[in-house]
DNA sequence: CTGCAAAAGATTGTTGACAATAAACAGTAA
DNA sequence: TTACTGTTTATTGTCAACAATCTTTTGCAG
């Protein structure tokens, strides 16, 4: 199989519109989502760039915004590493967390469509029929596309894009709360509240069922918020 | 004047500790903070290589990093820009940072020490002389230190990096509100407000306080939170 | 066998050169 | 003049080679 991101085939016909770079760093961010690369690998350059049929500048590049965004950390002459999240930073993750959907929360309710509604109440029927199932594989997803759409929706771009990266980084810590007994169907209760609120269009309701949402799940792993951890 | 990084005479005698890309990176961050480098302005690499003294390779490195922090923006084939923030913008980052500052407040509270609150209580003193004074450009700087304090009290981490990017980013905002008539003795009232809701530990209180804090300046430029701008 | 030191190898840090693209300019036709 | 087109120039995108640093291996003394 062939895993150079460039068809030289297409090369011709293709009027680059993007860098390499950006190319680069978006297939590391899936690499690290899907697993390829596993918290603690270190990111060989000459590897990577034979893999992907590029040189080592772009791939360097890729891994500097990585860097910033949390995702990856470098350190001088040992190499570049997919972080390590211990349990004090993910603890501190999810106090941001919080934060950060409540105000998608606030911001979201005064302004909310009914289509945006609508939307958000067939991923929670959606996450219901996983729900009943068990089927962790299915929920989880939907439940990852139903934050981001409130996120999405509150219309602040770079509340977007930070909310992002703290997810992304939050996914670098591996123990999950959604696989515990019981806890898809709380939590899609939860997910109905918090639409119920937003059709309400009721701002600080909203704020404070996202943040409890988040929080809930930090408690089960950490205790609750502030609290000291490791 | 050697406007170089390196310095060839103290090269041999240093071993690096640290990449020239974060070098870079700083020195870009402080050309911005200064204003040396405008909102709109382009950094030009073989320029900026030939005057901090080291090659192109780097200096695009750091930009990478300074684009995911948002402090600059790349168009491919065009160059990277030192990023204008829209009056739109601005107020959604206003959103953000009193969120994040509520949060800083929140976590703060509960532990914060004898020693933090009359650091925090010495800088409100100083400020409040500033503001007599009619000093903007000591209390400026007093202002910032005083919320990246509470910030970096608060021991998370990543709300830390957070908010500094966040201030950052808001910085190539140029209109400010401590400008405004007794705007300072306004402002430095809440601040003592603040450091009394710490000091008597009281979390909730002083996330309310911290919030409408930041959203005071957001609705003096702007109107309330979530208000459309622009 | 163990511990240390030096050499060999692998990997990152940095650079200068070349290719691809966009901007600036000049010349021509309407 | 203005619009268009081809040419030149400036700048970014990418690459491959070299230098600096770290890691591993090897060899030797105890």
Known sequence: M???ILDPALGLRIRRTESLTSLIRRELERMIEVGE???GDRLNENALAAKLGVSRGPIREACRGLEQSGL???IVNRGVFVREISNHEAAELYDIRAALYALAGRLLAPKITK???AELRRMVSQME???DKGELNVFYPLNVR???AIVQFSGNGRLLSISTS???????FRRRTL???GRMKISNSEHRAIVDALAAKDGNATAQLMEDHVLKSRELLFGPMGTPVD
């Open 37 to 39: 690369l596993k918290a």
């Open 166 to 172: 703290v997810h992304r980084e939050m996914h670098l």
């Open 146 to 148: 139903f934050h981001e």
């Open 2 to 4: 062939d895993d150079t």
């Open 129 to 131: 029929d996983a729900a």
């Open 72 to 74: 990856v950390h470098v």
């Open 179 to 181: 696989d515990m007994p």
């Open 115 to 117: 289509k945006q509604v």
